[in-house]
């Protein structure tokens, strides 16, 4: 394996493997597996890229570093020569953690300074100017991550932001330097760690100016960041002859399928309320569900009555909606029982022969993923900007998982036929 990635949770651990398994157009990328957890096995021998996906971006900054650093040992045991550490591209954190912490705890492992820190992501409309993260023409503040549940993003100077969870100093390299090329790059990052800075914002407002800091850390051991600081890396590698760009074919499942949605973000609820237009749905009550009045055999039952028909089943709610749940029963045991509720639905159906299987939310992702017990999956061809479609290698499952705010208007259709192997843009 030539690359490693530690992501701090599933959806995004997706997001980054498609960066790499896509390359930058006309040069092809990188043989690419996203893992469920760290794995307790080698990886399988033709792939040249491992992501790992934990969940560590909501947990108490120690247990984040532990983990990492448990990837990192496990994939610098699989040979990797440089390694990235994915987290969002709105920077999700508090001002203790968890991005500051665990960046210095792998700049230390891997004794480095000067590491680039860039959560840009522009295909989605973040990009980073001066040290500040935009979504879209807002400053992350005043986007809605300033209500995130977990993680208010209160600041949109994400430099001073990491300042708050960091033992040194955080450097600036500023959009008029990354224009002034790789060279101009990595001697201001050089200059950065002679500072004594481990972490370094490095601006950039265009996927040409992320491949332009790929280029300048074709040699570096760490970066972090945003699957957008993956672009220009699988071009390095091809350019020293260690990797080809071709990643294989994916021929696509055409079982039974199903959808289940766990986010209840503004862009997963627009989804379902186009996908109900059509398909079935079951809306899931949280009230039921606490009761235990709608158990996974509910969805089940629901979901297997449904094939061919793009089904889906979603406890997704308004925030005010989950609000009124949270205040009922209290935010961990709902998640608990949601996820919960998801993960069994999910363990049932594929043991049902489902073949293709949907999931829209970070958390409900994770959940989903480390209840199947699918340990290496593949990537393939993408849905939507930062979803690709996952494959076994050795099971007759394929799926997608979504980030809350990801995904087009018919996402639940698209990824459908994307899994079936259908030519999707
Ligand atoms: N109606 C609801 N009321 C309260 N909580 C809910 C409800 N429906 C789902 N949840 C819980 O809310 C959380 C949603 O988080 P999840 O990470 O899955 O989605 P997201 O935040 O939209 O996605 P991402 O993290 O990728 O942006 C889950 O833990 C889920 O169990
Ligand atoms: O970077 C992103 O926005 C996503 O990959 C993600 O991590 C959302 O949870």
Redesign the pocket.
């Known amino acids: 394996m030539l690359l490693g990635v530690i992501a701090d949770?599933f959806?995004g651990a997706s997001d980054i493997a498609n960066t790499l398994a896509k390359g930058q157009s006309g040069e092809g990328g990188l043989v690419t597996s996203q893992f469920m957890g760290i794995p307790d096995q080698d990886a399988a021998p033709q792939v040249e890229a491992g992501v790992i996906s934990l969940k560590s971006r909501s947990v108490a900054p120690e247990a984040a570093i532990n983990d990492s650093l448990a990837a990192l040992a496990w994939l610098q045991a699989q040979g990797c020569r440089q390694f990235v550490f994915k987290y969002c591209s709105t920077f999700d954190s508090t001002e203790q953690g968890n991005i500051g912490p665990v960046g210095e705890a792998l700049a230390a492992a891997l004794g480095v300074k000067g590491v680039v820190a860039c959560p840009a992501f522009p295909a989605m409309g973040r990009t980073v100017y001066q040290g500040h993260l935009f979504v879209n023409d807002r400053l992350l503040n005043q986007s809605g991550m300033e209500n995130h549940p977990l993680t208010p993003m209160r600041d949109a100077n994400i430099r001073r932001w990491l300042r708050l969870q960091s033992q040194t100093d955080v450097g600036l390299v500023s959009t008029p330097t990354v224009h002034m090329g790789a060279e101009a790059i990595q001697s201001a990052l050089k200059a950065n760690a002679d500072e004594g800075n481990t972490l370094v914002i490095v601006d950039a407002v265009s996927n040409n100016d992320l491949v332009l800091i790929g280029k300048a850390c074709a040699e570096a051991p760490l970066l972090t960041g945003g699957s957008g600081i993956a672009l220009g890396l699988a071009s390095n590698f091809i350019a020293k002859g260690l990797a080809t760009g071709k990643t294989g074919a994916f021929s696509g499942k055409q079982g039974p399928e199903a959808i289940l949605a766990?986010?209840?973000?503004g862009a997963?609820r627009e989804q379902i309320d186009n996908h109900a237009r059509e398909h079935p749905v079951l809306a899931i009550s949280?009230d039921d569900v606490m009761a235990g009045r709608t158990t996974a055999s509910d969805v089940v039952a629901f979901i297997s009555a449904n094939h061919g028909k793009a089904p889906l089943a979603y406890?997704?709610?308004t925030p005010e909606?989950?609000n009124i749940?949270?205040q009922r029963y209290g935010r961990d045991t709902?998640?608990e029982k949601?996820?919960g509720l998801f993960a069994q639905t999910a363990k049932d159906l594929v043991s049902h022969g489902v073949q293709r299987l949907v999931v829209?939310?970070?958390?409900?992702?994770g959940a989903v993923a480390l209840a199947l017990g699918l340990g290496e999956l593949a990537i393939g061809p993408e849905v939507s900007p930062g979803v690709p479609v996952l494959f076994s290698r050795q099971k007759e499952i394929t799926l997608a998982l979504k980030?809350?705010?990801f995904g087009g208007p018919m996402f639940f259709t698209d990824a459908l036929s994307a899994l079936a192997g259908g030519n999707h843009p």
């Open positions: 949770d959806t766990g986010s209840c973000s997963t949280v406890s997704s709610g909606q989950v749940a949270q709902v998640s949601l996820d829209a939310g970070g958390e409900t992702s980030s809350g705010n």
